[in-house]
T-cell receptor, first 115, second 117 residues
Framework: DGGITQSPKYLFRKEGQNVTLSCEQN?????MYWYRQDPGQGLRLIYY???????QKGDIAEGYSVSREKKESFPLTVTSAQKNPTAFYLC??????????????FGPGTRLLVL | GQQLNQSPQSMFIQEGEDVSMNCTSS?????WLWYKQDPGEGPVLLIA?????ELTSNGRLTAQFGITRKDSFLNISASIPSDVGIYFC?????????????????FGGGTRLMVKP
């Protein structure tokens, strides 16, 4: 089945530790995105990538890093510089950038908790 | 980034009632999307709108792309308990200057729907 997978479902981070969240898609989408969602809030864009080996900062990139070495994969690292990392993290992908029928599809999310 | 104004923020209705929610923006949009998010899950796309004035249905859900291209509406008819969740609108701006990073969506703050059996 085509879709977006995120792992793990739950992740625990110790103080000062970097953790990496996985996002994989087999939809052949060029663009991928990472969002952060806090309780009762909407989605805020962390990073996005429109093509392999290229990515851009979103609205709240501080304390996060990404890579895009393969079209299918867009891992997010939450670094120790992110002082308030507890949140629900959502990965999304979308159809080619020159399409006017833009649609983003989301993965199931990863909940990050700080110990 | 710019947020869409989505209202109401929450609704508590009786099973069987119809529901209506909307999103508005000061910018013109080319695309409007409506998502539903269940607790602890990712948003699922319900309806996509690509043309001003477009009215699209998906079962008991109907959404419209406002004629001014600055708003969109989602209606749910005859609500049932499984309609409970958070509904998000999202829009793709029309101007390159606003959307100069490519196909970047702007999201509303969500409408939390609660249905009483």
């Amino acid at each position: 089945d085509g879709g977006i997978t995120q792992s793990p479902k739950y992740l625990f981070r110790k103080e000062g530790q970097n953790v990496t969240l996985s996002c994989e898609q087999n939809l052949n989408h060029d663009a991928m995105y990472w969002y952060r969602q806090d309780p009762g809030q909407g989605l805020r864009l962390i990073y996005y990538s429109q093509i392999v080996n290229d990515f851009q900062k979103g609205d709240i990139a501080e304390g996060y890093s990404v890579s895009r070495e393969k079209k299918e994969s867009f891992p997010l690292t939450v670094t120790s510089a992110q002082k308030n990392p507890t949140a629900f993290y959502l990965c999304a992908s979308s159809s080619p950038r020159d399409s006017f029928q833009e649609t983003q599809y989301f993965g199931p999310g990863t909940r990050l908790l700080v110990l | 980034g710019q947020q869409l104004n989505q209202s109401p923020q929450s609704m508590f209705i009786q099973e069987g009632e119809d529901v209506s929610m909307n999103c508005t923006s000061s910018s013109i949009f080319n695309t409007w999307l409506w998502y539903k998010q269940d607790p602890g899950e990712g948003p699922v796309l319900l309806i996509a709108l690509y043309k001003a004035g477009e009215l699209t249905s998906n079962g008991r859900l109907t959404a419209q792309f406002g004629i001014t291209r600055k708003d969109s509406f989602l209606n749910i008819s005859a609500s049932i308990p499984s309609d409970v969740g958070i509904y998000f609108c999202a829009g793709l701006a029309a101007t390159f200057e606003y959307n100069n990073a490519g196909n970047m969506l702007t999201f509303g703050g969500g409408t939390r729907l609660m249905v009483k059996p």
